[in-house]
């Protein structure tokens, strides 16, 4: 079976660099005709030598029906992951 690799349209809605955090807004993309909004948020929290990562997931369903967003989750790890394997 083929892969097809979704392409997401987003916006950065606010940033602090100070306090290294992010949140995105998602504009258009797969994930977007099922939910109505959804934000992301990204902080980064350093610890000695290391780093704590903390992603916030906000979002409005279409319908209540519709199951949340897991693949979000699982986005959020794979991103975090390759982040840690090139940090500089």
Do not use: C
């Not at 959804?38 to 980064?44: A, C, E, Q, R, S």
């Not at 319908?63 to 693949?71: F, G, L, S, T, V």
């Amino acid at each position: 079976m083929e892969q097809h690799k979704a392409a997401n349209i987003y916006v950065i809605e606010a940033a602090d660099e100070k306090n290294k955090w992010i949140t995105f807004r998602m504009l258009d993309g797969k994930i977007m005709q099922a939910f109505k909004s959804v934000k992301v948020t990204i902080h980064v929290n350093k610890k000695g030598e290391n780093s704590l990562v903390t992603w916030s997931f906000e979002y409005e369903k279409m319908k209540e029906a519709i199951p949340d967003p897991d693949a979000l989750i699982d986005l959020a790890n794979k991103v975090t992951k390759d982040v840690n394997n090139h940090q500089f």
